[in-house]
Structures are given as structure tokens and as C-alpha cells.
T-cell receptor, first 113, second 113 residues
């Protein structure tokens, strides 16, 4: 809910600009990555995913880039809108059959009109 | 509508009074999981279930119990709640092994005084 945004790094952008949210993941053996969006008072919502055999994947207005060399993931949002204001989490899966996701602490995206 | 539901959405209780938070999904998912979300700590997994009658501990299981008697339901039980269990709780589900996209419920905000 509303307290999720406290203590988080914040990215403030102007409406219409592009946003880039970064995430460093921890395990070089992770083979699947997801970006989630969490609006105030709601549960996380799937945005886009990427497997470790890919470097880039595009969705509607969003692109995820994966750099396995430096264990870095980024989410690019084109033409950012006020409705994009939320906390964004990356998550990684270590592999195996447990479906376990490890979540980052998140970034608060604040879109200024 | 495909969804994960949780009840109650908000709960204020006292130390030591047993409580149950229910979770139900209507997507015939095999995998279900409980997380707690605390400021600055992100989402941490409490327990998960790969299928009916199969449950296992996540990263922070102390003080919690779960059961999976039916595929659609995965209740979280706090036998003797303590103030350090004050948190925002999310239930999530996904299709099954190697299907990592998890669908989240709306959250339950629990306060233990």
C-alpha cells in the first residue's frame, strides 16, 4: 500500500519523457527475470519478463534489457504517463522446480504532469 | 474474471490471538505462495505450495503456518501473532513448475498491537 514507497530510491520524470529503471540482480545462475508494477494499495502486477538467453524484449511502451556480464536489468518506459506512477520491482528466478522468485526492493517512479 | 482474492483486506488484532488470512485463486494454478512486504525490505517469501498437500518454507516462515487441502485455497495461519508480524501480506499463484509469472492478490494489511 501507501507505505511501500517509503525508503525507496525515487525516479522523478516529466510526463511524456522516457523512464529507465535499473536493477542489479544477485545470482549469475538466474535464468528468468520479471518486472512488476505496484500501484498504491494494490498487489504487484506483471509487466514484462525475459529469459537469460535473451538480451532484450519489447512490450507495449516497455522494453527490458538484460546484461548478464554485469548482472544488470533495466526497464524502459516510453512516453511516461501519470498512470505509470508506481513502485517497480525486478525479480529473478534461481532456476529449478520451486518457482521461487527473489524480489528487489523496488524503485518509486513519480511522473510529474 | 481470473483473480487471486484475500480476506480480510485489513485486520487489527492483539498479541497472541490466533488469526487466519484466506487466499483463493480461480485459475486452477498449482503453485501458490505467501509473501510479506515491509518498507525497505521488499517482498519476502513466507511459505509456498507446489500442489495440494505439498507445502514448504520460504525465507521467513517463523511464526506462520499454511495448509493446502484444496487446489484453489492457501490460508495463512498466525497461531500467536506478535507485533513484529505487523506487515502487508500478499498471496500469489502461478500455473506450476517453471511457470514463473505470479499473479498477486490485493494484499492484507495486518496490525498486531
Amino acid at each position: 500500500g501507501e507505505s511501500v514507497g517509503l525508503h525507496l530510491p525515487t525516479l522523478s520524470v516529466q510526463e511524456g519523457d522516457n523512464s529507465i529503471i535499473n536493477c542489479a540482480y544477485s545470482n549469475s545462475a538466474s535464468d528468468y527475470f520479471i518486472w512488476y508494477k505496484q500501484e498504491s494499495g494494490k498487489g504487484p502486477q506483471f509487466i514484462i519478463d525475459i529469459r537469460s538467453n535473451m538480451d532484450k524484449r519489447q512490450g507495449q511502451r516497455v522494453t527490458v534489457l538484460l546484461n548478464k556480464t554485469v548482472k544488470h536489468l533495466s526497464l524502459q518506459i516510453a512516453a511516461t504517463q501519470p498512470g505509470d506512477s508506481a513502485v517497480y520491482f525486478c525479480a529473478e528466478n534461481y532456476g529449478g522446480a520451486t518457482n521461487k522468485l527473489i524480489f528487489g526492493t523496488g524503485t518509486l517512479l513519480a511522473v510529474q504532469p | 474474471e481470473a483473480q487471486v482474492t484475500q480476506n480480510p483486506r485489513y485486520l487489527i488484532t492483539v498479541t497472541g490471538k490466533k488469526l487466519t488470512v484466506t487466499c483463493s485463486q480461480n485459475m486452477n494454478h498449482e503453485y501458490m505462495s505467501w509473501y510479506r512486504q515491509d518498507p525497505g525490505l521488499g517482498l519476502r517469501q513466507i511459505y509456498y505450495s507446489m500442489n495440494v498437500e505439498v507445502t514448504d518454507k520460504g525465507d521467513v516462515p517463523e511464526g506462520y503456518k499454511v495448509s493446502r487441502k484444496e487446489k484453489r485455497n492457501f490460508p495463512l495461519i498466525l497461531e500467536s501473532p506478535s507485533p513484529n508480524q505487523t506487515s502487508l501480506y500478499f498471496c500469489a499463484s502461478s500455473f506450476g513448475a517453471h511457470s514463473y509469472e505470479q499473479y498477486f492478490g490485493p494484499g492484507t494489511r495486518l496490525t498486531v498491537t
